[in-house]
């Protein structure tokens, strides 16, 4: 397990290697730090924007290796959102490190956790209409909220984040068999058996064993 000093000084550590990086114009801190309200289970969450006319895909490419070469990274999932790349590094000492890359011109919040660090940053985003693809990630990081609240024995919180696991992963389906999914109006709607793949996503007690 990582500690609150490994992630400071990881962040800090890859903050500087944006700034040295000349193919990137600018960086924010995003997540919980951007909240205020990061704890010891919180991982890193950082925001890039490529100077305009560099290939991002190589970027990540570059950042991807020295994850793996010099950040003791095992794994890694990505996410694309519009002409955001994500990819969410897991390593070795369970701390997960999720790193955003954009091109300048589309480097926006498209949400309040976004402190621009260096560099600037155009106009905040309107919140754009849901995904699946969206709706999937919210869902893994819900998951990963939850597992950190059950560490902590914090079971309510834990609950809550199941219940937003569970709800996103609905919607999702909802959305892939165009069916209404605000409010949970499609979800009875979902085919038996894509209802019954949830049916266990329910927590019967806040009891930390179950």
């Known amino acids: 397990?990582?500690?609150?000093?490994?992630?400071?000084?990881?962040?800090?550590?890859?903050?500087?290697?944006?700034?040295?990086?000349?193919?990137?114009?600018?960086?924010?801190?995003?997540?919980?730090?951007?909240?205020?309200?990061?704890d010891d289970w919180s991982d890193i969450d950082l925001a890039f924007?490529?100077?305009?006319?560099?290939?991002?895909?190589?970027?990540?490419?570059?950042?991807t290796a020295q994850m793996y070469d010099r950040n003791a990274a095992v794994h890694h999932v990505d996410t694309r959102f519009e002409n955001w790349?994500?990819?969410?590094?897991?390593?070795?000492?369970?701390?997960?490190?999720?790193?955003?890359?954009?091109?300048?011109?589309?480097?926006?919040?498209?949400?309040?956790?976004?402190?621009?660090?260096?560099?600037?940053?155009?106009?905040?985003?309107?919140?754009?209409?849901?995904?699946?693809?969206?709706?999937?990630?919210t869902c893994l990081a819900a998951i990963d909220c939850g597992s950190a609240c059950i560490s902590k024995g914090a079971l309510w919180p834990a609950d809550y984040f199941l219940g937003v696991a569970r709800d996103n992963a609905l919607m999702s389906a909802c959305l892939k068999h165009d069916l209404p999914y605000q409010h949970g109006r499609g979800f009875?709607?979902?085919?038996a058996e894509t209802k019954a793949a949830y049916e266990n996503a329910f927590a019967l007690t806040l009891d930390g064993n179950e």
Not at 7 to 33: K, M, Y
Not at 49 to 63: A, K, N, Q
Request: hydrophobic share 45%.
């Open 85 to 137: 790349f994500y990819r969410t590094f897991l390593l070795s000492n369970t701390l997960q490190v999720d790193l955003a890359f954009v091109p300048w011109e589309h480097f926006q919040a498209l949400g309040p956790r976004f402190n621009v660090v260096f560099g600037a940053a155009r106009e905040p985003a309107h919140f754009p209409h849901p995904t699946s693809a969206k709706m999937s990630a």
């Open 1 to 38: 397990m990582f500690t609150s000093a490994e992630r400071e000084r990881l962040r800090a550590d890859l903050l500087v290697q944006a700034r040295r990086d000349q193919r990137i114009a600018s960086g924010a801190i995003t997540g919980s730090a951007a909240g205020g309200c990061e």
């Open 49 to 63: 924007g490529v100077t305009t006319g560099i290939s991002v895909p190589e970027v990540l490419s570059d950042w």
């Open 188 to 191: 009875d709607l979902l085919p």
